[in-house]
């Protein structure tokens, strides 16, 4: 059992100066009362609940202009290009370090939707999970706790025409599909589950459907499925489906709490009210939504329906939670010339009204008992650093605020999975040997 | 004289090794070609256009819904109570900490806009320039190069109220304001330039204009002002002038290069050539505009009339050079559903089409020759961290690329400022110093 030194906790009663005793299990087995009080504020790790990661090794590659008509379109092409150079090693090497950074920002947990699953030339590996073992391999080596989703990805396009030589690697029959998935689950341990995604409703026909959701009923699997992230997807499915997506998909499948929608950023006011009825969770994913163009999600229509939401960061342009929530809030300000939409009054800030729905709702997503520190609970969490000139003087009802909004230095001094110190003083355990091991496979990605 | 180590400079001529010679006056003398290749990229350091010092203090304070209605306004009356906390020696403790902040960031200049004057009960205090000889300090212990703004506040509104009791420590007579610009001039030297700023047109009367432009006919100030953030100054401006704020300005002054207008967010297309065609330049403020939720500014038609920006960071919510561009172009991108708005095909990169902006926008707004490494120019640059993941394999095409885009950790290594290196290791040479000290006034105002 670990004793840890006093922290201010937020605790489910609020903050309070605690010890915490966690359990050789990780978990958190008693919250004592701190002997001493403390300005080492700490809370619960942040999900992130959408993840490609190796489009990390691409951040800041694609932003040439290529034609006029520049879009998440031209943008796919670079990273297809790009995706046809890794092999399990690079992955591994790419997504060990991308996790180590989640960790130093703040997240202690990760959705990784997972489709580049065999060889550059579609065809599978003689383990067809070598891919997602090295994902799993990264997330053990830098610590941090995963929902592995292994994406179905069957089709290239709402016409259901085949996959492009590009894109078989991303692809599986239904049943190859369903036969990973069991290989995947009879892997999970403590820091790992499994989950399902469906790439998207262009990837997965809508004659597939029933036989997939018959497959998953009964099963408390998190779903995730990308959808309404682009216009040109919104077209096409009225078209041919003869419905937008997230109407289409609320009439085909029987969305709940299982389901994660990634982006729904084109949504009318049926499908606001129908996803927060559903009670499925949608993962706003801000910085990359930025940096493809997508558009603003309709937040304050949405919560105001009662709706859920986690963050993610998706390609990882950024890898920062504060700066997905602060952007998420952000964004709705400079459409509405207003401020503080994420929050009503009489609630706490808007840094913590965000907050609280990334835990919440990535706790969904995950499919995991995430985002709350209580007896029971994941001793997952960080620490704010209390030499942080940004949270000088920082109280109980501005420190989240602070950490939030007022900058973008890292302010997370540690982050703990499992009751165990994986960032001390802002820097991942293993930072350095990470760090040169990615350089070194980057160098070779970019030379290939 | 100064040798510098090897360096792969970006100089006029394109990225070259180089090795600086620096003389005692603090300007590049000559660039050799260096000896040897290094991966030690350094590039001009960035000319921060538009800050209130005393505004870095309460990020994240502001946080919170007052009510349903909340907007710049209700946010402005939380910034006067603050404002009204402060004396020269907590004004100068807490800019010298954003100033050793926004050097680790990679700004090497600021334009102070610089309106807290008096007392907090309106008397002018006994050395008038009491409180921008704080900041004057400020900049020289941290060892930012500063253009001092200090600010013509006349009236409480368009309809010429006389000030509010909390709004009186930023007014002057326009003769006693005079007085004090004549004082501050004669305090120029190397690193300190002194402009002149009009709060706004609701601050100066229309009745005032034309004694202050005949003063200031003939110099060559920087002439600085907050003009169109807001859609209620727009509509004031119409219905007590006739005019646009914009359109009346540049119909009742010799707007031209000496000129920089704050945010612009809200233009018609008149407008917007009219900028563009008469030199003056447009300081951008993405993170506090986001903030505040003054809206986007149009930049794709700005630039196709040929128009110049520079970015600040105003409000100090967020002080990195890279947040503001990367945001700037993300605002475009979201309402156009396209993909780097800020360039074009066969130019370079978006990052650096942004940063070139930034710096000749920026050395206008400064009234410098800053931002831009040959020789006779100020030796102020930023060198990019070697190690950093996030630029492994990084090259001349792509490093501006991923300084700008490829995430929000920092990446200057060092910053120098006329030779001297003020940054090493991501740190400012002073920066625990600095810190405590800052900590330790923070706690006193909030107390307050």
Redesign the interface.
Known sequence: MIDSAPLRCLTPSGWTPTQLRVGTDGRIQRIDPARAETARFALPGIPNTHSHAFQRAM???A??????????W??RELMYRFAGRLDPDSLRDVAT?LYA?MLEAGYTHVCEFHYLHHAPDGAPYADRAAMSRALIEAAAHAGIRMTLLPVLYMTGGFDERPLEPRQRRFGHALDDYLTLLAQLRRMENDRLRVGVALHSLRAVPAGAMPALLEALAGHDFPIHIHIAE??AEVEQCLATRGARPVRWLLDHAPVDARWTLVHATHLDAGEISGIAASGACVSICP?T????????FPLRAFLDAGGRFSIGSDS?????PV?EL??LE??Q????????LA???G?????EALLRHAWTGGAQGAGLPLGCLQEGAFADLIVLDP?A??L??A?DG?VL??????????LVAETWIGGQRVVAEGRHRERETI?RR??RT??CL??G
């Open positions: 951040a800041g590659l932003e040439r202009q290529e034609n006029p008509e520049d879009s998440f031209t943008w370090q950074e682009q216009l910085t939504e930025g940096n493809l163009g997508d558009g603003l990882h342009v950024s890898v920062s700066e602060r952007w952000y964004g300000r400079l459409i509405s010339h207003r401020r503080n929050s009503e009054p609630t706490p800030g808007t840094g030499d000139p940004a000088a003087g109280r501005d605020e602070r950490f939030v909004f007022a900058g973008n230095r890292p760090a990615y350089a980057l160098r970019l030379a």
